[in-house]
């Protein structure tokens, strides 16, 4: 059954650093999603994004953050100056269509350690 | 702004136990609500997926109801077994948007 993949699945860096997570969606999926949890709370959307363009960002999603798709196959979230508060665990989701009868479908996660 | 509520927030439970899991939201403005399963340090794995337009989704031992005008969706779980052991999130998605809104889950374990 095809699946989200996501690299690495822990990554510990310090704060300041830029760090990069990685994700392949699912082939014929067209629409791509990064969400995130820090420990003990809930999920948060942090952006979607279809046709190489950012659809959709939520308040968490300011200028330190980047999406890019670099290839046809690879979704990438980019943080450029960690911090501590940044360490959480990083979704990424992807669907078919974002209309009501399509799922997302969530990868394994990274979890991002910010020292 | 949409707020996602889930109470219980743990719930323990025999084997074999029929059990019910509530989802509230506040908003009306629906398009779909979506039940994952997350196993602990790991990723969500959907479960079901419920339209604005439908009252119930079943899947196997799994029955999800969404009942918009009072704002609540209920996840029926029918003979528990342990391997049901998981955190449970509803996650609700608006007219508007591609962003789904999670609840903060329940803790769901079943006793052999």
């Known amino acids: 059954e095809p699946e989200v993949t996501q690299t690495p699945s822990h990554q510990v860096t310090q704060m300041g650093q830029e760090v990069i997570l990685r994700c392949v969606p699912i082939s014929n999926h067209l629409y791509f999603y990064w969400y995130r949890q820090i420990l003990g709370q809930k999920v948060e959307f942090l952006v979607s994004?279809?046709?190489?363009?950012?659809?959709?960002k939520s308040e968490i999603f300011d200028d330190q953050f980047s999406v890019e798709r670099p290839d046809g196959s690879n979704f990438t979230l980019k943080i450029r100056s960690t911090k501590l508060e940044d360490s959480a665990m990083y979704f990424c989701?992807?669907?078919?269509?974002?209309?009501?009868?399509?799922?997302?479908?969530f990868g394994p996660g990274t979890r991002l350690t910010v020292t | 702004k949409q707020e996602v509520t889930q109470i219980p927030a743990a719930l323990s439970v025999p084997e074999g136990e029929n059990l019910v899991l509530n989802c509230s939201f506040t908003d009306s403005a629906i398009y779909n609500l979506q039940w994952f399963r997350q196993d602990p340090g790991k990723g969500l794995t959907s479960l079901l997926l419920i339209q604005s337009s439908q009252r119930e989704q079943t899947s196997g031992r799994l029955n999800a109801s969404l009942d918009k005008s009072s704002g609540r969706s209920t996840l029926y779980i029918a003979a528990s077994q342990p391997g049901d052991s998981a955190t449970y999130l509803c996650a609700e998605k608006e007219t508007s948007g591609s962003r789904l809104t999670f609840g903060e889950g329940t803790q769901l374990t079943v006793n052999p």
């Open positions: 994004f279809y046709n190489n363009e950012i659809s959709e």
């Open positions: 989701a992807s669907s078919e269509a974002p209309a009501a009868s399509y799922e997302q479908y």
